[in-house]
Structures are given as structure tokens and as C-alpha cells.
């Protein structure tokens, strides 16, 4: 079968390849790929920018779902042909403290699809029994593999930060989770709810207007600081959200943040800051960080993209095969659209 492999550790060291059928043990399952999102992480292996290792080479891709095509012989509780979608932790250790307790996420031996161990840019893929979760027959496949960006925005503003109706709340950064916490914010009656981003921003600001967006702001055209000041009477905001990882935006975030209101971090920054951060002292405020996501997270974004509570048409600007991954990876990097679907046996 062909997958989108990355076989070197060097800028572009990616291609499509001829690999083998994934054997599974017993109590593993195949899953048969119908959608896999492509995520700016997948970019920045691409680019080999990533902010962890990775090992190769590796069948990329780690947001996606399918049907099951064959079972292993300890599986009772899944059979063929269930329509599923995965979580991203393709091994942890399960004896950790982090693992007893249900923040399996956490585990320091935890491998992720698409970087530890093969993804799903390709046919079919191996997962163990515990990442699948019932994918409701009237989610589409394709809104299905953005499970997994939902989740994180629902991890980082429901479970980590203080989101309470009424509320401004600042996003920084208008990529897929940031819109995803945008909708997110809005299905807990924030608001104002701000999004922040640059020039090449500009499509995606179209799509946070869709989503319920009360203000863009451009920082390029725009002093974020007097928006942000005008828009909470000079309060500031109860919860910023990083949801771009760069120094800039720490930046406008500690100056965003009210006096005792939270810093949620989902965007990773693997360069210093270079600014102080002292202004976090004198407002007694917090920095959360925030990272993937468990089973209780899944099962609530499941129900809401079910129930249409998550607008996921407006998240998809390309449907590619294989063959086009390059210039999508390209487009995406570009910011020339919000996410991109690689469909598979269809």
C-alpha cells in the first residue's frame, strides 16, 4: 500500500513509498482509513521544524478515523465494519501515575501516531483497542478526523481554564484550533470573543466572521492593545488563549490578560521570549499549559459535532488524495486555508 512517509531528518525529507500491510496482535485492531486532517504539525515535519523528536522513518498523519477491517483475538467489544475515530497516543505504559489516573496523555513513554509510530497517511493503520471511540453514523468521515484538533481546544478552554459566559475572551492565533476554541468559547457563551492574526490571516479571519467572531483584529493594521482595552472598558481579558506559540504572542497575551485571569498556551514556541514577564506578577495572573487530550474530552466533542454543536464545513478548504500532499502541505503552510482532509478508500 502507498503512505505519506518521512524518511530523513532533514527540510523536505518526505515522499510517498510502497510499505507493507500493518500485521495486528491480539489485542490490537486495522483500521481501514477513510479521512486523516492534516495538521501543522505534519507541516513542520515536513519542513523538520518540529519541537520534539521523531523517529524514522514514519507514516505521518495522526488525526483520523475509518472502519474497522479486522479485529485480534482478545477484541469483544469492537467488530468489523464499526465506523470509528482514533485518539493520537498509539502506546503508553499504563502504570504511570499519569495513566492510573485517567491523564493518560501525560505518560513520558506515551508515542504518537504519525511521529512514534506509523500514521494513518496511508490505507490502513494498527491501533490499539483503547484510542477508538464510536464515530455516530451521521458524522461525515471528513468531519470526523477533526476530532482530534477539537479536542485539544476543548481540553484547553473547558478542563484547563476558567471559560464563564459573559466573558471576554482573546485567541490569539486563527488556525484550526484557534477557531476550534473560537467555537468553543461561543458554546460557553463567551464573549466578546476576539481573534487575533496577521496578513496572510486574512481567509481564515473570513471563517472566524462564520464562526461567531465579535472582533478581528489584524495586528498588522491594528494596535491589538487599544482593541483588546476598548473591547473590556480597560479590564482586559478573564482568559487569553495562545493558540499561536510565538514570542509576539506571548507578548500581547500578558498584556491582554486581566488582573487574576489565566493564559491558557496551546501553541508551541520553541525559541526564548524576549520580554519580561513580570506584568503576570502584578495582575496575580496564571500561564496554563496545555497539552492533547483523554477519553472524557472525546466523547464530549463527539456528541457535540453530532449533535451540530461544532461547525465543521466551514474548517475544511481542501479535500486532496495522496498525490496531492505536497501542494497542500505548501497551501496549508501558507495559511491559503484553514484545514485540509486527505480522503483514503473512497
Known sequence: MRALVKYGNKDGEVRIADVPMPEIGPDDILLQTKAVGICGWDIEMWRHKM?????????????????????????????????????????????????????????????????????????????????????????????????????????????????????PVLIIGPGPVGLFALQIAKACSAGPVMVAGVDKDAPRFEVAKQLGADRIINVMKQ?????????????????????????????????????????????????PVDFSLDPLLSKAARIQGTFSHNWPTWEAVIAMISQESLKMEPMISHRITIDQWEETFKAIEESEGVKAVMQFNR
Not at 523528536?53 to 468489523?80: L, M, R, S, Y
Not at 488563549?241 to 496551546?266: C, M, P
Open 51 to 167: 519541537a520534539n523528536p521523531v523517529t524514522v522513518p514514519v507514516i505521518q498523519g495522526h488525526e483520523f478515523c475509518g472502519v474497522i477491517d479486522k479485529v485480534g483475538a482478545n477484541i469483544t467489544d469492537w467488530k468489523v465494519g464499526d465506523r470509528v475515530v482514533s485518539e493520537t497516543g498509539a502506546e503508553i505504559c499504563g502504570s504511570c501515575p499519569q495513566c492510573l489516573t485517567g491523564n493518560y496523555q501525560l505518560c513520558s513513554k506515551r508515542k504518537g501516531f504519525g511521529y512514534g509510530v506509523d500514521g494513518a497517511f496511508t490505507d490502513y493503520v494498527k491501533v490499539r483497542r483503547g484510542c477508538l471511540h464510536h464515530l455516530p453514523d451521521n458524522v461525515d468521515f471528513d468531519y470526523g478526523c477533526l476530532t482530534e484538533p477539537a479536542c485539544v481546544a476543548y481540553q484547553a478552554l473547558v478542563v484547563l481554564s476558567d471559560v464563564r459566559p459573559g466573558t
Open 223 to 271: 494596535d491589538p492593545k487599544e482593541v483588546v482595552m476598548e473591547m473590556t472598558k480597560g479590564l482586559g481579558c478573564p482568559l487569553v488563549v495562545d493558540a499561536a506559540g510565538n514570542s509576539k504572542a506571548l507578548e500581547l497575551a500578558v498584556f491582554a490578560v486581566a488582573r487574576q485571569g489565566q493564559i491558557t498556551k496551546i501553541g508551541w514556541g520553541p525559541k
